[in-house]
């Protein structure tokens, strides 16, 4: 992001600051007691170049900031959810396509479920054994997935949420997590998407109004804070569970 936009989203966020604090928003929805992880189309057709999804700021900061919570989330024995999206019937002329009407917006066709190393997710960050991989269809995680249901059965109350893009896909996924009754916390240096400013403004409003937005650091620090359960050793890439919409 140059230098000028930089400056100008500064500008534009502390005269929106002021006029939020001024009428009651930005408040704090915390971190409750027990989170999960939910990675948000951290796969191959996103994290890696030449496809019409490639984010920016992946090898950089994304992959390594998703590194450090993976590890802490594997050792307190913690949910991980990573979510990909992946079409049977890619073929826009088809309908009985499970792309819905998206493909008239952006082209889902390319990610095609027969190719598996398109939705596969990014080896740097592999699911370890007992960790979901869960297929979507729709922006948000939630949609038309199993993904709530299992959150409440495994008795959590906090998502931190990464992954891409901010302007869609994470962004729908905090918001559907607040309405349903989860606390929503969007991890800054875990989350992209490839066009300038689209992170700093996406994270700037749901800090406002439907999540917090905390760092790496703290979000670390948090989870190692709260009570240790068994977990598969960390590290150990084994076949993840693999579950469709």
């Known amino acids: 992001m140059s230098n000028d936009l930089q400056s100008m989203l500064d500008q534009a966020f502390a005269q929106a600051t002021k006029l939020y604090q001024e009428r009651g928003f930005q408040r704090r929805v915390g971190f409750g007691k027990r989170p999960a992880l939910v990675s948000v189309d951290l796969a191959n057709a996103w994290t890696r170049p030449g496809n019409p999804f490639t984010c920016e700021k992946i090898d950089e900061e994304i992959i390594p900031g998703m590194q450090r919570l993976l590890a802490a989330f594997r050792e307190r024995g913690f949910p991980v959810v990573h979510v990909t999206t992946c079409y049977q019937v890619n073929d826009r002329s088809n309908p009985n396509t499970d792309m819905g009407l998206w493909h008239n917006k952006i082209p889902v066709d390319v990610v095609a479920q027969a190719d598996e190393n398109l939705w596969a997710i990014d080896s740097r960050i592999a ?25 409440r059965a495994a008795g959590v109350d906090t998502v931190l949420v990464t992954g891409v893009t901010a302007s869609a896909c994470v962004r729908t996924t905090v918001c559907d997590a607040m309405a349903e009754g989860f606390r929503p916390i969007a991890v800054r240096e875990c989350i992209g998407d490839r ?39 960390a590290g150990t890439k084994q076949k993840a569970s693999l579950a469709t919409a």
């Open 127 to 151: 699911p370890i054994e007992g960790e979901q991989v869960l297929i979507k269809k729709h922006a948000s995680s939630f949609q038309g997935t199993y993904l709530a249901g299992f959150l």
């Open 195 to 233: 066009i300038p400013g689209a992170v700093a403004w996406n994270l700037f409003d749901i800090d406002a109004k439907f999540g917090d937005v905390e760092s790496v650091d703290r979000c670390v620090e948090y989870v190692m804070s709260v009570g240790r359960e068994s977990a598969a050793p």
